[in-house]
């Protein structure tokens, strides 16, 4: 089997790839998936439907195209790891992770301890919080191949 890993939040960092490098690694039967982590084209996802005079809206329509790819990419995934950094609040970060429970999809958060109490109920619902890549590889390894 060919697990596939959603990979949600925190763009400013290289996490994903740590996760990546290690999973290769360790030899894991994996592959990866993700929202757009290019800031500027995640925020003109929706500038094909036409031009906006107010951001809110431009925000809306490209809020909604993304959304297509990521409901997607998050139904078809086997576990997700949603990562929360220190620079930004990522609340869509949170929203995916709203998902993945409500679908019962299993996840792992990503994050520092300082951050614990917003993100308690976050942090509830995932199988697991990790506090940096080479856990959650561990914990890949270990779910993927027990052991």
Not at 8 to 21: A, F, K, V
Not at 22 to 28: D, E, M, N, S, Y
Request: hydrophobic share 40%; proline share 3%; with cysteine.
């Amino acid at each position: 089997m060919i697990w596939t890993i959603y990979l949600s939040g925190e763009i400013h960092t290289d996490w994903r790839q740590q996760i990546m490098d290690g999973a290769q690694a360790a030899g894991l039967p994996v592959e990866f998936t993700s929202a757009v982590t290019d800031h500027d084209a995640s925020d003109a996802a929706g500038d094909s439907l036409g031009p906006e005079s107010d951001g809110f809206w431009r925000d809306h329509k490209s809020s909604k195209v993304n959304a297509i790819r990521t409901k997607n990419l998050i139904e078809q995934c086997d576990i997700a790891v949603v990562r929360f950094g220190d620079k930004y609040k990522q609340w869509n970060a949170a929203f995916d992770a709203g998902q993945l429970a409500a679908l019962g999809k299993p996840y792992i958060t990503l994050h520092d301890s300082d951050i614990i109490h917003p993100l308690k109920e976050v942090d509830g619902a995932a199988m697991a919080w990790a506090q940096t890549p080479e856990q959650v590889v561990g914990i890949l390894k270990y779910v993927i191949s027990a052991g």
